[in-house]
C-alpha cells in the first residue's frame, strides 16, 4: 500500500516562506519522479512542481518560478517543497504526488501521470 503523507502546511503573512514535506512509503521511493499540485477553493487543481527520480530535471509553473524550489531526499523517502516570498494566490491545498511510471524521462505536469496522492496540506498566506 503506498501512502504519501505531506505536512508542513499552515498560516503565513504575505512574504513569509514556509516549507512542505511529503514522507513515501510502500514502493521504491528512489525510481518515481514526484510533484507537488494544489488546489484552491472553486478552483481546479493545478500543477506546481515536479522533480524527476535522480533530481536531474525539475519543472516549475510559472507563477511559481523563480520563489519555490522543490527538492527530493531519497534516503528518507521524503520530497520538499520550499516556498518563499508567498503570496495570498498562493492559498490553497498542496498535494504530493508520485508517478504512475518508474524512471520517467520526465517531470510531467499532467495530474493524470500521477496515480499516488497525499491527503492535502492547507497553504494559507495572510495578505
Known amino acids: 500500500q503506498v501512502q504519501l503523507v505531506e505536512s508542513g502546511g499552515g498560516l503565513v503573512q504575505a512574504g513569509g516562506s514556509l516549507r512542505l514535506s511529503c514522507a513515501a512509503s510502500g514502493r521504491p521511493f528512489g525510481i518515481y519522479t514526484m510533484a507537488w499540485f494544489r488546489q484552491a477553493p472553486g478552483k481546479e487543481r493545478e500543477f506546481v512542481a515536479a522533480?524527476?527520480?535522480?533530481?536531474?530535471?525539475?519543472d516549475y509553473a510559472d507563477s511559481v518560478k523563480g520563489r519555490f524550489t522543490i527538492s527530493r531526499d531519497n534516503a528518507k523517502n521524503t520530497v520538499y517543497l520550499q516556498m518563499n516570498s508567498l503570496k495570498p494566490e498562493d492559498t490553497a491545498v498542496y498535494y504530493c504526488a508520485s508517478d504512475k511510471t518508474p524512471y520517467s524521462r520526465t517531470a510531467d505536469r499532467n495530474d493524470y501521470t500521477y496515480d499516488y496522492w497525499g491527503q492535502g496540506t492547507q497553504v494559507t498566506v495572510s495578505s
Open positions: 522533480i524527476r527520480w535522480r533530481s536531474s530535471s525539475t
